[in-house]
């Protein structure tokens, strides 16, 4: 559970730095028209790899380079389940809506404050409200707390978030509702590019449990993630991803490779991209 935690407070470190105003996770350049993103596992057979289709996702884009709609299909060619993203006359998204065979699985909604500020977030299961989170701004922007609750209006975990004269985000704290630490903190260090260099995470008692540190490329793709663990006085690699792009003219990603720590292919990112 706490690696889950983890995770997701890091993926909200990007995601929460962005400016929220619509959906846009491949991040393309040169606004296209359709993605097509396929995911393939690589298997090993002896000494050969061979590459085994998960699923394919299709995108579709607005002139404005918001996504507008996602669907899903398995390697049989079934649909898994298909995205609809909906905006305000502003451009910030207002909700989307997560479908699976014909029966709306999850709705999220989202309301916004006169500077395009994120306010509040609700996820809806079927027939019901399955959370809520409620985001709070520093003057210059940045968001320092966000409030998260279950549908019946209990505390599940309150986030606070610390910034550098940069803007960046340096700190991570979790509590619970009276206060106390849920979690241990997070910190992380940024290169001279403005990119994650280093993320440090940290037991109740402020000891150092573990830390990641990450490679990019010239494009601020991440290349390398090494996790190191601390044992002792001892400071132990325990494991090491690479990933691998490819490049179009237009200066997007159309193919990744990812290495596990045997330096061996484990996953494959092809994208199909229609201008």
Avoid at 2 to 8: E, F, G, V
Avoid at 46 to 57: A, P, S, V, Y
Avoid at 66 to 93: A, F, P, V, W
Avoid at 150 to 166: A, G, L, M, Q
Wanted: charged share 30%; net charge positive; glycine share 4%.
């Amino acid at each position: 559970m706490r690696y889950i935690y983890i995770l997701t407070i890091l993926s909200l470190t990007l995601y929460s730095c962005s400016n929220f105003k619509f959906i846009d996770r491949q991040g393309f350049k040169s606004n296209p028209k359709i993605v097509e993103s396929s995911w393939f596992k690589i298997i090993k057979k002896d000494t050969l790899f061979e590459k085994k289709l998960i699923n394919k996702d299709i995108y579709y884009f607005d002139k404005k380079g918001r996504t507008i709609k996602n669907l899903c299909y398995k390697s049989d060619s079934s649909k898994c389940y298909s995205k609809k993203y909906n905006y305000d006359k502003y451009g910030n998204i207002i909700e989307y809506i997560y479908g699976k065979d014909s029966t709306v699985v999850r709705h999220n909604k989202f309301v916004f404050n006169k500077k395009g500020k994120l306010l509040s977030e609700q996820s809806t299961g079927i027939d019901k409200i399955t959370n809520m989170v409620f985001y709070k701004y520093d003057k210059n922007g940045n968001n320092i707390e966000e409030l998260i609750m279950n549908e019946d209006n209990t505390f599940i975990r309150k986030s606070v978030f610390e910034y550098n004269k940069k803007n960046q985000r340096v700190s991570l704290k979790s509590f619970n509702e009276n206060g106390t630490p849920k979690e241990g903190k997070i910190t992380i260090s940024y290169d001279i590019d403005g990119n994650e260099y280093e993320s440090r995470v940290y037991d109740l008692k402020d000891r150092l449990m573990y830390f990641y540190r990450e490679d990019y490329d010239k494009f601020n793709n991440k290349i390398l993630t090494e996790k190191y663990s601390i044992k002792g006085k001892d400071t132990i690699l325990s494991s090491a991803s690479k990933i691998e792009y490819i490049y179009d003219e237009k200066g997007n990603v159309i193919k990744e490779t990812h290495f596990n720590q045997k330096k061996e292919p484990s996953w494959v990112y092809e994208h199909e991209i229609s201008y």
